[in-house]
């Protein structure tokens, strides 16, 4: 079965061609971080407005790369929930366009779903049941996965994802957009010890996480430096904030996993490249016997191959939308999308 899917929940106009769910036979992205960079972060607006511009090209180039035609195409996908609710309607509206001209169903995906999916894409003999941490630019959540299409959230941030504390305090250090990854490589040269910040702990809710805390203290932290015109310690802020960051995740992860009784953990989302938290996961989770996935750097972030391998699940599962197919900006994992078509 081939899926045609497309992502554009955010900043990445993406498409991607699946074969029975896992073989990925093109990938194309189309990035719109250089626009968003002078603004210091994603502006919902422009991001519609450029996905509306590349969509239809970057679908036909998956197509193309794929060596197959339009024709051969079986369902089309695309991501419905969560994301930028302009930019989710635009890969939406044109997988239901698409899916009504071939004459193929229409398969809506959840994002963080599809994240996880990435994985699969990754490693072949991966199954569930397992416990899932997606830690994204807008997404942090632990998530028993007891089926491709049947999960329940353990643990979801209360506010800021941990994304949104790098790329904020990375910005107020004058780092690249997005921030994420240089605050990882200039952490490696600072001394997590220096300066402690905040961990939060929820009451109730063991699994719950909070990074508005320390993102509010570490950009504290920074305007002490510059107010008295000293030179603000940027290595050794970026490791504070990564140490934190990794102590609020990463015994959270274990626990849930043990927990639901899960042997496996997978990691998922633009912040699971984050050098730290996959050296804190793996040892932490290797002194339980929990076995770890990570996906390769390029599924990490977002991309159409997640979706696409997702929506073959989805479809199997017999989550099949239909062209009144709705997005929406916030959704739980474990709702089936299509069943809120009407
Ligand atoms: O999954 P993703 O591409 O988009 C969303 O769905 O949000 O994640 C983007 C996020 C950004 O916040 C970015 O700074 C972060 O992932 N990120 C990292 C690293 N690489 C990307 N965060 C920490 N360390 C990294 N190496
Ligand atoms: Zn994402």
Redesign the pocket.
Known sequence: MLILAIES??D?TAAAISENGRKILSDVVFSQVDMHAEYGGVVPEIASRKHVEKVSFVALEAVKKAGISPRDINAVAATCAP?LIGALLVGANFGKAAALSLGVPFIPVH?IRG?IAANYVAFPELEPPFCALVA????TVIADVRGYTDMEVLGTTRDD????A??KT?RVMGLPY????A??GAAKKGDPKRFRLPRAVIEDAPFDMSFSGVKTAAVNLIHNFTQKGEEVPVADIAAAINDAVCDSIVPRVVAAAESAGRKTVVAA???A???F?RARLSEECGKKGIKVYYPPLSL???NGSMIACQAYYEYLAGNVGNSSQNCYATMPLSENLSKLAL
């Open positions: 929940s955010c990445e994301g994002h994240h994204s630019g807008g997404h994802a941990a994304g949104e790098f790329d990375a997005p921030g994420g990854a605050m990882d989302g633009g912040v490249a984050n050098s938290l990490c972030g977002d």
